[in-house]
């Protein structure tokens, strides 16, 4: 148990379907992520969010929306995703952005989700 | 670019050692860190290195060399249940984090 809690665990949507990730941390962090994980491939960082303010959108196509009300929950919505996009999606946590050198990542068990 | 390598897979028998290296290419370097990743859980922090030399932690060490852009995690007295993906990550001058794609370990009796 990591502190970091992701649902649903896996998620088979289609094409035109509109659906949500959740997570939440229960570690008292500022800092919250959503990553992408492929087969074989490196960890991609798609958002980051620093006491509840967006910091950073790494080029992610507009189909990907998040959504953070505050410090201990994160939300990824889903639309019109591609096949392409079937992925393991990572929420992570930190103490703080400012010192991310030290800081270690807390993470989720991830979505699991298959784009039809 | 910015690169991480690593070796895709590997093999080992329980009770050996096995050593997984890890190079990269950053622009900048502000620590390199290993993580842990069974399959379908959470990664889990392992270590983090910014200076040179060994950091030991019961079985698992790990060792950083920043001239030769290189570090390895040493796993000893392997258990069953150290299979798993190894995963390292380096932060660079504006402490984003690359990462590796991962090494899987297997462990065979």
């Known amino acids: 148990e990591t502190g970091v809690t992701q649902t649903p665990r896996h998620l088979v949507m289609g094409m035109t379907n509109k659906k949500s990730l959740k997570c939440e941390q229960h570690?008292?962090?500022?800092?919250m992520y959503w990553y992408k994980q492929s087969a074989k491939k490196p960890l991609e960082l798609m958002f980051v969010?620093?006491?509840?303010?967006?910091?950073e959108n790494n080029s992610v196509p507009s189909r990907f929306s998040p959504e953070c009300p505050n410090s201990s929950h994160l939300f990824l919505h889903l639309h019109t995703l591609q096949p392409e996009d079937s992925a393991l999606y990572l929420c992570?946590?930190?103490?703080?952005?400012?010192?991310?050198?030290?800081?270690?990542?807390?993470f989720g068990s991830g979505t699991q989700l298959s784009v039809l | 670019g910015q690169n991480i390598d690593q070796p895709t897979e590997m093999t080992a028998t329980e009770g050996a050692i096995v050593q997984i290296n890890c190079t990269y290419q950053t622009s900048g370097f502000n620590g390199l860190f290993w993580y842990q990743q069974h399959a379908g859980e959470a990664p889990t922090f392992l270590s983090y290195n910014v200076l040179d030399g060994l950091e030991e932690k019961g079985r698992f060490s790990s060792f950083l060399s920043r001239s030769k852009g290189y570090s390895y995690l040493l796993l000893k007295e392997l258990q069953m249940k150290d299979s798993a993906s190894y995963l390292c990550?380096?932060?660079?001058?504006?402490?984003?984090?690359?990462w590796g794609a991962g090494t899987k370990l297997i462990i065979k009796p």
């Open positions: 969010y620093n006491f509840k303010e967006q910091t």
């Open positions: 570690l008292g962090h500022n800092a």
């Open positions: 990550a380096v932060a660079d001058s504006n402490y984003q984090l690359i």
């Open positions: 992570a946590s930190s103490q703080d952005l400012d010192k991310i050198v030290n800081e270690k990542l807390f």
